[in-house]
């Protein structure tokens, strides 16, 4: 979520403990790199921003934030209700500090729940679409075992879980862990970073290069993709996929990843150069097609009706069954909506996209590490 952090940023904090366990290489060849934003990252901000406001009770200026944003904030906030006790409490942003682990491991978890002597409950908020798996996620473990240890460890279950809005299937996916499991956890967190302290610390490929803040530099992915690039073929042509055999197809499918994220980030570094007014012989930046917004959606409602353009205007239509789905679930029991909607819905295959089956799930969304 939004700063509660600590001044400085810490060098191994939760969300980039993944990274760090992958690939203890990662971290020395990091070191002075600032994380690059985006879009996706800026609006995964604001969402985190708005739910903690909420969380608090604090006022905030409603036209800052876009109606399916509070609306999947208002769908979280009454959520979490339905997994508290009276003796409960609620945590927002609290400070996991794990110096015993590493003086400089410490950061923030976004929500928790803590009923002494029964549970402890971390959750974390994603707002990108990407599935993030909340089993074992190291990110929500590190959390979840700072506030273990501010705890002495006094609960009999540990759950992590992971909350979002906008992934197609359950919103809300729980994960149960022990005290035996967190030990465990603690001891695989001491190695990995101790590792990366070291001067042997590995550079390792993988989905965590994605989040890297050294991955245009890493030699590592510069390697392979410049070697991978080179295509070893009899005639020293490129042929036509229909000429292909299997072997060859799944050796370009594999060598393609590596390709796209190393080219994607030499595009990103020379849009910055460019924009900074530094020249790349060739290239120049190009103004992009723009879109347009209504500043006030209410104003042109109030005209729309006075003039009589309400049809011209304003177009009404049906909200998506996802949609309708979460926004009827507080009116309606689930065996009420499942009847509803396949009765009146149908699904419609959007076709297929290809899988690594080799690879498993990314435990990252779009956020950037924080």
Same mark, same amino acid.
């Given at each position: 979520?939004?700063?509660?952090? /600590? =001044? @400085?940023?810490?060098?191994?904090?939760?969300?980039? #403990?993944?990274?760090?366990?992958?690939?203890?290489?990662?971290?020395?060849?990091?070191?002075?790199?600032?994380?690059?934003?985006?879009?996706?990252?800026?609006?995964?901000?604001?969402?985190?921003? !708005?739910?903690?406001?909420?969380?608090?009770?604090?006022?905030?200026?409603?036209?800052?934030? /876009?109606?399916?944003?509070?609306?999947?904030?208002?769908?979280?906030?009454?959520?979490?209700?339905?997994?508290?006790?009276?003796?409960?409490?609620? !945590?927002?942003?609290?400070?996991?500090?794990?110096?015993?682990? *590493?003086?400089?491991?410490? &950061?923030?978890?976004?929500?928790?729940?803590?009923?002494?002597?029964?549970?402890?409950?971390?959750?974390?908020?994603?707002?990108?679409?990407?599935?993030?798996?909340?089993?074992?996620?190291?990110?929500?473990?590190?959390?979840?075992?700072?506030?273990?240890?501010?705890?002495?460890?006094?609960?009999?279950?540990?759950?992590?879980?992971?909350?979002?809005?906008?992934?197609? &299937?359950?919103?809300?996916?729980?994960?149960?862990?022990?005290?035996?499991?967190?030990?465990?956890?603690?001891?695989?967190?001491?190695?990995?970073?101790?590792?990366?302290?070291?001067?042997?610390?590995?550079?390792?490929?993988?989905?965590?290069? *994605?989040?890297?803040?050294?991955?245009?530099?890493?030699?590592? #992915?510069?390697?392979?993709? #410049?070697?991978?690039?080179?295509?070893?073929?009899?005639?020293?042509?490129?042929?036509?996929?229909?000429?292909?055999?299997?072997?060859?197809?799944?050796?370009?499918?594999?060598?393609?990843?590596?390709?796209?994220?190393?080219?994607?980030?030499?595009?990103?570094?020379?849009?910055?150069?460019?924009?900074?007014?530094?020249?790349?012989?060739?290239?120049?930046?190009?103004?992009?097609? $723009?879109?347009?917004?209504?500043?006030?959606?209410?104003?042109?409602?109030?005209?729309?009706?006075? @003039?009589?353009? #309400?049809?011209?205007?304003?177009?009404?239509?049906?909200?998506? $069954?996802?949609?309708? !789905?979460?926004?009827?679930?507080?009116?309606?029991?689930?065996?009420?909506?499942?009847?509803?909607?396949?009765?009146?819905?149908?699904?419609?295959?959007?076709?297929? =996209?290809?899988?690594?089956?080799?690879?498993?799930?990314?435990?990252?969304?779009?956020?950037?590490?924080?």
């Amino acid at each position: 979520m939004s700063a509660a952090a /600590p =001044k @400085k940023h810490a060098k191994y904090s939760p969300s980039s #403990i993944y990274r760090v366990l992958a690939c203890a290489g990662s971290v020395k060849l990091s070191e002075g790199i600032p994380s690059r934003t985006s879009a996706a990252a800026e609006e995964g901000t604001l969402a985190h921003e !708005l739910v903690e406001l909420k969380l608090l009770k604090k006022k905030f200026d409603a036209s800052k934030y /876009p109606d399916f944003m509070r609306l999947d904030a208002d769908n979280f906030v009454s959520d979490l209700n339905k997994y508290r006790v009276p003796t409960s409490e609620l !945590l927002v942003e609290t400070k996991v500090d794990l110096s015993h682990v *590493h003086p400089e491991l410490y &950061g923030t978890a976004d929500v928790s729940i803590v009923n002494l002597y029964d549970y402890l409950h971390v959750i974390d908020y994603k707002y990108g679409r990407g599935f993030v798996s909340e089993k074992r996620n190291p990110q929500l473990m590190t959390s979840l075992l700072g506030i273990a240890h501010l705890y002495n460890f006094d609960f009999a279950d540990y759950q992590t879980s992971v909350y979002q809005p906008r992934y197609k &299937g359950t919103a809300m996916r729980t994960y149960h862990t022990s005290k035996k499991e967190l030990k465990e956890f603690e001891s695989e967190l001491k190695r990995g970073i101790d590792l990366a302290e070291s001067s042997k610390a590995p550079l390792v490929k993988g989905n965590h290069c *994605h989040f890297c803040p050294a991955k245009l530099i890493c030699p590592e #992915i510069t390697r392979k993709a #410049i070697a991978e690039a080179k295509l070893d073929f009899d005639n020293d042509t490129q042929p036509e996929p229909l000429t292909l055999s299997r072997d060859n197809i799944k050796a370009l499918l594999d060598k393609a990843w590596y390709l796209k994220l190393w080219l994607a980030e030499v595009e990103a570094f020379a849009t910055e150069e460019l924009t900074k007014g530094k020249k790349i012989e060739g290239y120049s930046l190009q103004p992009t097609r $723009p879109t347009t917004k209504w500043k006030d959606e209410n104003a042109i409602y109030k005209m729309a009706a006075k @003039k009589g353009l #309400i049809e011209l205007l304003i177009k009404a239509e049906l909200v998506s $069954p996802a949609t309708a !789905l979460k926004n009827l679930s507080k009116k309606f029991s689930d065996t009420q909506l499942e009847k509803f909607l396949s009765q009146n819905t149908i699904k419609l295959s959007s076709g297929y =996209k290809l899988s690594n089956q080799t690879e498993t799930a990314s435990d990252f969304d779009n956020d950037v590490e924080a």
